[in-house]
């Protein structure tokens, strides 16, 4: 709800007193809203104005809105050329929504135009001769040119609004009008401020509750691949006992294999660069990697599923909260990993000529089968902060043998082994990262983060380390698959 022109002239009237006096400070709070404190002859008195959306309107004010986190540039030309003025008059276009607010400072007139006509309105600085000096927003007028360097042009006259004034005059106050006013607009800001907060807590755990039922999906399909193991373990039993009967360099082999319902034919598909034995370990190696993943991947079931029922729960509060409930609202978001992207730091004054750019984020950021954080480094200089700056002593640090690609860290508890999925899922990541695509077989070195070593003065991404192990790693296209759909959209770096 915006202010009516009838509205607008009984406050222009009612402010008329004012002239005289002194402009004490400017304050730019929103887009298009500002305030004035003004030294009058009755004592200091505070002018809002505000042309924002559905808020626009003028008036003398006991409550000023919050400041932004980062002055608007608006402020610095008000600033500049209203600070210590004195406002000769508020002037309203009669059966308009336009106000002026005609000041002098040092003997230079200056003007603050307030088109306040809601989804469009805006805020000029207007010098002596009509020039737009600034504005509050961009042009939004498809017929006027309302840019700085440019004459100020006055909307075309809009025909005759209703002429009744809506808000009831508070008794005793030093300005009635504006009372009554302000105690409407400071509900409809506080309402419009819950709303911006409740939005600012639902989409994200909008996005976390989607990134959870995906994981349980994944996790699901994990869990399908369990009834697999035990046929690679009927095929490791039977080439064990037919090791004589296969030879290497075949792609496939048929057995006879012996069971309760009798006699059957089983054919088993065989790696040829393998002998009988080896491809009978991999049958082996295969089964026991699946079997003892199955409770690991239950268990991380459990917790999906258990921190999804919190988030949808957390969710549906979120659409009833008050005020004062969204704090604890978020921190529980927060602590399911749902919560809210954290403001922006104010922006810091420019860096001085020759710094160079600011540093890029140092890693992507991964998830393994089991829920663990694996951190990719991005180029040469950011695999050194991530090896250097952001691994932990306890950390597992992975890099491809002989290959120049990038850091992979596997983040472990202190203390903490990694289990086999996790090592693997880094080991692949690493692979793919690590200028391996393409390859079959890699061979992916590992070793903790605290026996990775920085030799001083060598180049970006080289490092030193020992009591490393090797990983022949065979590649799984379908892990890297379900790794690169785990990447989460913002690193998360402690």
Same mark, same amino acid.
Do not use: C, K
């Given at each position: 709800m915006s202010l009516r022109a009838s509205e607008i002239a009984a406050v222009v009237a009612e402010l008329a007193p004012l002239a005289g006096a002194r402009v004490d400070a400017v304050r730019v709070h929103a887009g298009r809203a500002l305030t004035l404190d003004?030294?009058?002859?009755?004592?200091?008195?505070?002018?809002?104005?505000?042309?924002?959306?559905?808020?626009?309107?003028?008036?003398?004010?006991?409550?000023?809105? &919050? #400041? @932004? $986190? =980062?002055?608007?540039?608006?402020?610095?030309?008000?600033?500049?050329?209203?600070?210590? %003025?004195?406002? *000769? +008059?508020?002037?309203?276009?009669?059966?308009?929504?336009?106000?002026?607010?005609?000041?002098?400072?040092?003997?230079?007139?200056?003007?603050?135009?307030?088109?306040?006509?809601?989804?469009?309105?805006?805020?000029?600085?207007?010098?002596?001769?009509?020039?737009?000096?600034?504005?509050?927003?961009r042009n939004l007028s498809q017929?006027?040119?309302?840019?700085?360097?440019?004459?100020?042009?006055? &909307? #075309? @006259? $809009? =025909?005759?609004?209703?002429?009744?004034?809506?808000?009831?005059?508070?008794?005793?106050? %030093?300005?009635? *009008? +504006?009372?009554?006013?302000e105690a409407e607009y400071v509900g409809r800001e506080a309402a419009r401020a819950l709303s911006e907060a409740r939005r600012r807590l639902r989409e994200p755990l909008r996005a976390a509750i989607g990134r959870m039922r995906r994981a349980l999906a994944r996790l699901a399909e994990e869990a399908a691949r369990v009834p697999v193991a035990d046929a690679d373990r009927r095929a490791a039993d039977l080439l064990k006992q037919n090791l004589r009967a296969v030879r290497r360099g075949e792609r496939r082999v048929t057995l006879t294999e012996w069971s309760e319902e009798g006699r059957r034919e089983v054919t088993l598909d065989l790696d040829p660069a393998l002998g009988p034995r080896e491809?009978?370990?991999?049958?082996?190696?295969?089964?026991?990697?699946?079997?003892?993943?199955?409770?690991?991947?239950?268990?991380?079931?459990?917790?999906?599923?258990?921190?999804?029922?919190?988030?949808?729960?957390?969710?549906?509060?979120?659409?009833?909260?008050?005020?004062?409930?969204?704090?604890?609202?978020?921190?529980?978001?927060?602590?399911?990993?749902?919560?809210?992207?954290?403001?922006?730091?104010?922006r810091r004054r420019k860096e001085p000529a020759g710094r160079g750019p600011a540093p890029r984020a140092p890693c992507r950021t991964f998830r393994t089968l089991t829920g663990l954080k694996v951190l990719v480094g991005k180029g040469a200089a950011e695999n050194d902060q991530l090896t250097v700056r952001t691994a932990r002593g306890n950390d597992l640090w992975l890099h491809v043998r002989g290959i120049a690609g990038a850091h992979v860290v596997l983040w472990l508890e202190k203390g903490r082994a990694p289990d086999q999925e996790s090592l693997l899922d880094a080991a692949h990541l690493a692979a793919w990262f690590g200028g391996a695509r393409g390859e079959r077989v890699v061979d992916v070195v590992y070793t903790r983060a605290k026996f990775v070593r920085k030799p001083k003065g060598s180049a970006p991404g080289v490092v030193t380390y020992s009591q490393e192990k090797t990983i022949p790693l065979r590649i799984e296209p379908g892990r890297i698959d379900r790794l690169l759909r785990s990447e989460d959209s913002v690193p998360e770096v402690e």
């Open positions: 003004l030294l009058a002859r009755g004592g200091p008195v505070t002018l809002l104005v505000s042309a924002e959306a559905d808020l626009s309107r003028i008036h003398a004010a006991t409550w000023r809105p &919050p #400041a @932004p $986190r =980062e002055p608007l540039p608006f402020q610095a030309a008000l600033r500049r050329e209203l600070a210590g %003025a004195r406002l *000769l +008059s508020v002037e309203g276009i009669p059966g308009d929504r336009i106000v002026t607010l005609r000041l002098e400072r040092g003997g230079r007139p200056v003007a603050l135009v307030a088109e306040l006509t809601g989804r469009h309105g805006n805020l000029f600085l207007v010098d002596a001769a009509g020039v737009v000096l600034a504005s509050a927003s017929r006027r040119r309302l840019v700085p360097g440019e004459p100020y042009e006055a &909307p #075309a @006259p $809009r =025909e005759a609004e209703e002429v009744d004034v809506r808000f009831a005059p508070t008794a005793g106050a %030093a300005f009635p *009008l +504006s009372a009554a006013i491809n009978m370990e991999r049958y082996y190696r295969r089964y026991r990697r699946i079997a003892e993943s199955a409770a690991r991947v239950e268990a991380r079931a459990a917790e999906v599923r258990h921190r999804l029922g919190d988030a949808e729960a957390l969710l549906a509060e979120v659409e009833a909260a008050d005020a004062p409930a969204l704090p604890r609202i978020e921190r529980e978001a927060r602590r399911l990993g749902a919560g809210p992207r954290p403001e922006a730091p104010a």
